[in-house]
């Protein structure tokens, strides 16, 4: 698992070593401690809107250390630009040169943050153009970030404010260590919904929360992130991964479910579970899911359906049973895991795939019929994540896959279970039917 | 007070305060690791280990990390001197609260019925409102004795002060002092083992080698039906990489039973009908099964599978030959029965513990005898017969395996989950009649019923 590699550059003589052989240099990432700092320093907000004048004024309420102008030589924590009012191309000018100036004061670790509105629902061909403009200007920008930092984007939907609780969710999602393998991303906040939590260190607490695949790797990682940020956890894995799955469930003092979720009453079952055992059900994570890769020449019927029934068709089943019971909480929450794979293809993973690709293909889908309930569903698409499964992957084609993105490294499973906490998270309410990647900004796919 | 738990009417007819009025033990689950052929994946573990994975698994399937339970009682009927406090050391290596008591128990195959019995019985007098009662047996890592000349010897050598002196104690030692004893199943008032005492119940009661195969038969197929639809998802946790009982073969057959070759009772010729196809193998494993007063359950919304109804122990004189060894229960039940005002014909399941196919039929057979009836259990005539499609109907011992202690609560933590699904199905409470066989002529038999 360890990327003995990115340990290298960063002591004294393999540094010397990579940078005068011109290798790559991955930073090690700042990643998220209880009773971190936010941001890693003052935060700059560019902008002259109505918008960011709120936004700049709710950070100070936050006791950060905001400025709306950078002092030079000052080393900062974040820059983020609002641009929540663009009419023309043109207007991008003045806080994009404002931000440049600034660019080379970001500290390792820093954060770039854009904020503007979804080119679909501009009304003139030049507000479009605008809009749009955002999405090539971050995705490039975060491509010059080093040493650790990260550039993403909120599209605001016409109508809701830079300072509604999603926005500010997204913002502090992105601002903080969570995101640390989030990178050249936007996330689409549509609704005013949501709320931030009472105590940011506690975010799920009096959550209740099932984690499918629990047992080891990923599905571990989200059990132990969610019962750190205050869930209660429910854990499900296959009856044979039961004394893995125990011992998971011990440490995050949650119970286990030994339970095959392709089987027609998994979702009964999950939610007799829940709301026997801890009296509801609020979060539901489908992180459970299989490999079963072969070139599609070689493909038989059993890798084929096993792959599809377990990582997408009992995702659905289980989504409608729990929209049919009326069990849910007020605000359900559904977290799937998705993949790279069903972004950019991968080869000899046509059914992997599909069933990834199908994972968002649900999500947007499901968006609506969860909404009607107060709830939402997302997706997050793991890029080149360090696990089990990864580690297996021989020498050479692990080492290219791992520097295949902006920050020049493999994730870790816990990057993928801070995204599905926040997602999971009250202060997401207003992000529904979203995927969002956590892949360091992987060169493949969109 | 009275000493045997009956509440005490005051000469004013009012029963005194001081006096706990008994409530209902409930059963609110088990959990078990599959069981191990002797030798087999659990050769490297030891009791403890195994009773800590069946203990973890419970905690983790109801959430009772960090819980103060009132009371574990646990046991091994192999246990190595170094395992004097067992049960202690696996709750405190458990994610249990280390606050919580236990006790140790020896009853040899009844060890974890009787642990059981022992808990409900707390519970319903009010003294706790949780226990986990369990067992745990490993015939690979069996303790060793070593001969007494050895013994002897290593301990004047503990005791001498001077090389002269230690060198003339070692020069006592012959070669065949190093041999250790292998430990074994034979009974040391009689020298017979188990199976060889069980042979000669099944020729006195004349049990046919055919009767047996197909008990045994019933056994793995009823085991294999049972994990195939899953019976066992909220039973077991793996263990080791098992994740099915070893001894199970799915695919066994009449044919392949009757070729076994007889390995009792083979002094008795043709009437040798023992097979290791229709005889318990050595086997290792652990089980647990959480018990509960009412209150403490719903308190933290547990499920209710089962109450402990009652029970009763039995001990036959089989160092006399009056009764064989493993015949004990014939005698509880009855007793038990007859406390309880309730016939054979009110159960909805036995669970019969099958040491051997022959000691279930020797019993069954025993309860049909009018004779028997009337002269030992005191009856008008025969104690009565049982619906067979009633008894072992998810397999037993046979199948998946004995670890002495450790089948208790397996049959105790199964036959609740069943008796609660059958009284969900039918509407109506189910009843199920537990019995198991004992080394040194016992018995302990208990009746469970559905909530």
Redesign the interface.
């Known amino acids: 698992m360890a990327d003995t590699y990115t340990q290298l550059v960063n002591s004294g003589l393999g540094r010397n070593l990579a940078k005068k052989l011109g290798l790559p240099q991955p930073a090690v990432l700042r990643r998220y401690q209880p009773g971190q700092p936010l941001v890693a320093g003052p935060v700059v907000v560019v902008g002259d809107t109505a918008g960011a004048d709120k936004l700049a004024a709710e950070l100070l309420s936050w006791d950060l250390d905001v400025r709306r102008h950078a002092v030079p030589a000052e080393k900062l924590g974040a820059i983020i630009l609002v641009l929540d009012e663009l009419e023309h191309p043109a207007d991008l000018e003045k806080p994009v040169l404002a931000a440049a100036g600034s660019l080379r004061d970001l500290r390792a670790g820093g954060r770039i943050i854009t904020l503007s509105r979804p080119a679909a629902e501009a009304t003139s061909p030049e507000a479009a153009a605008a809009r749009q403009g955002v999405d090539g200007f971050l995705r490039s920008l975060a491509k010059e970030l080093r040493a650790g930092a990260t550039g993403n984007g909120v599209l605001l939907a016409d109508g809701t404010t830079p300072t509604s609780a999603s926005a500010l969710g997204a913002i502090t999602f992105f601002l903080s260590a969570r995101s640390a393998f989030v990178d050249g991303q936007f996330l689409a906040v549509s609704t005013e919904d949501g709320s931030l939590p009472a105590d940011p260190e506690r975010p799920l607490a009096g959550k209740v929360a099932v984690v499918t695949g629990a047992a080891r790797g990923i599905g571990a990682e989200i059990a132990r992130t969610m019962h750190r940020d205050g869930a209660s956890l429910v854990l499900v894995d296959i ?5 893995q ?3 998971v ?2 440490e995050v ?8 979720i392709t ?1 027609a009453d998994a979702g009964r079952r999950i939610l007799d579970h829940a709301v ?4 509801r059900l609020d979060i539901v994570v489908h992180n459970a899911g299989v490999t079963r890769d072969k070139l599609l020449a070689n493909m038989d019927q059993a890798r084929w359906n096993s792959v599809i029934n377990i990582n997408i068709a009992a995702q659905l089943r289980i989504n409608e049973a729990l929209l049919e019971s009326g069990h849910l909480g007020p605000t359900p929450r559904i977290v799937s895991v998705a993949s790279t794979s069903g972004i950019a293809g991968n080869r000899g993973q046509t059914n992997y795939a599909a069933s990834k690709a199908g994972v968002m293909g649900m999500v947007r889908a499901s968006a609506p019929l969860f909404a009607s309930r107060g709830g939402t569903i997302n997706a997050v698409a793991p890029g080149f994540i360090e696990t089990e499964m990864t580690a297996r992957i021989p020498l050479a084609v692990r080492e290219v896959a791992r520097r295949l993105n902006s920050l020049q490294q493999g994730g870790l499973p816990s990057d993928v279970a801070e995204t599905i906490a926040f997602l999971a998270s009250d202060a997401a309410g207003g992000i529904n039917g979203e995927v969002l990647r956590v892949c360091g900004q992987n060169l493949v796919g969109a | 007070m009275s000493i045997d738990g009956q509440s005490t009417p005051a000469p004013d007819g009012s029963v005194s305060a001081t006096v706990p009025a008994t409530r209902r033990a409930v059963i609110v689950g088990g959990n078990r690791i599959p069981f191990a052929r002797a030798g087999g994946a659990y050769a490297k573990s030891s009791n403890q280990d195994m009773l800590t994975a069946a203990l973890d698994g419970l905690i983790a399937r109801f959430g009772l990390q960090d819980e103060r339970i009132g009371q574990v009682a646990a046991g091994a009927v192999l246990k190595h001197s170094k395992d004097f406090n067992l049960t202690r050391e696996a709750v405190l290596g458990s994610a249990l609260s280390a606050e919580t008591p236990v006790y140790d128990l020896q009853q040899a195959c009844a060890t974890g019925l009787e642990t059981v019995v022992g808990l409900a019985n707390k519970i319903k007098l009010g003294q706790i409102d949780s226990g986990i009662a369990g067992g745990v047996d490993s015939a690979s890592d069996a303790p060793v004795v070593v001969s007494e000349g050895l013994r002897e010897v290593i301990l004047d050598l503990h005791r001498a002060k001077t090389l002269p002196q230690r060198l003339q104690i070692l020069s006592r030692l012959r070669p065949k002092d190093l041999a250790p004893l292998a430990p074994g199943t034979a009974e040391p008032r009689t020298g017979l083992t188990m199976g060889e005492h069980q042979a000669l119940t099944t020729a006195q009661w004349k049990i046919s080698r055919e009767a047996q195969d197909e008990l045994a038969l019933n056994s793995h197929h009823n085991l294999a039906a049972a994990y195939e639809a899953g019976f066992f998802d909220d039973l077991m946790t793996p263990y080791r990489g098992l994740t099915r009982d070893a001894n199970l073969r799915a695919d066994t057959s009449k044919e392949k039973l009757a070729a076994l070759k007889p390995v009792f009772g083979r002094n008795l010729g043709a009437d040798a009908t023992m097979t290791a196809g229709n005889s318990t193998p050595l086997t290792d494993g652990a089980s647990t099964v959480l018990l509960a007063s009412d209150a403490w359950a719903d308190a933290r919304d547990l499920p209710k599978l089962a109450a402990v109804v009652d029970a009763e122990a039995a001990a036959v004189d089989f160092v006399h030959g009056k009764d064989g060894l493993l015949m004990a229960p014939v005698f509880a039940v009855p007793r038990l029965l007859a406390r309880q005002n309730l016939t054979l014909a009110d159960f909805d399941y036995f669970e019969i513990h099958e040491a051997f196919a022959a000691t279930v039929l020797s019993t069954l057979a025993a309860w049909e005898d009018e004779e028997f009836g009337r002269s030992r259990l005191g009856l008008d005539g025969a104690f009565g017969s049982i619906d067979r499609s009633r008894l072992n109907v998810n397999g037993s011992s046979l199948a998946a395996g004995h670890p002495f202690a450790a089948t208790g609560g397996r049959i105790v933590g199964a036959l609740a989950k069943m008796l609660h699904a059958k009284a969900a199905s039918t509407g109506r409470p189910a009843r199920g009649l537990v019995s198991v066989c004992a080394a040194g002529g016992q018995g302990v038999v208990a009746i469970l019923e559905s909530l």
């Open positions: 009856p044979a991964a039961g004394d799955l125990a011992s469930a011990n003092r949650g119970t286990a479910l030994q339970l095959d089987g026997q055992r801890h009296g």
